[in-house]
């Protein structure tokens, strides 16, 4: 399992034992925080280039400010706990938004694939991508929540760190 540190991805520390498990547009940063017990992932996992980082950075910064999101708001999101409260939301959909992995509607971006290329996975991460965004709930920022919890749920591999 790779290993990166830092609860926030835009301040990183070198800590040991402070890993983090992340929910990323189309995927999972995973690790451990402090000094539990690594948890078993059964799905396999496709290790992201610094560009992308560079830029989930960037948003996670970004998104805070923009939403007036609590930093608890974050460091839930970066556990993956998806906060159905409109702070937890908005910051979901902005994230989205920032990272170009979402579109205006608040669907998936089947662009993201590209992140699979010379993955086995890759066509089952499109049909994944495909089934969520069918999801269409009462605004933008509901149906990313619904898109974003689908794609989490049914998707055959993790991105990581």
Known sequence: MPIAYGLRPWALTTEPN?????????GVYEGILDQQKPQT????????????????????STCLKE?????EVSDNFLKLKFGTDPDSKNFLYCMGRKT???????????ALVTLFEG?????EVAKVIEDCNKHQESNKIDTMHKAVECFYKN???HLSI
């Open 18 to 26: 402070r890993v983090f498990r992340f929910v990323f547009f189309p």
């Open 41 to 60: 992932v059964d799905k396999p996992s496709v290790q992201l280039p610094p560009l992308v980082l560079n830029t989930i950075k960037e948003a996670a």
């Open 67 to 71: 939403t007036g999101a609590s930093q």
């Open 100 to 110: 170009n992995n979402a579109d205006e509607d608040g669907h998936l971006n089947e």
């Open 119 to 123: 993955n086995e996975h890759k066509d």
């Open 155 to 157: 998707t055959p591999v």
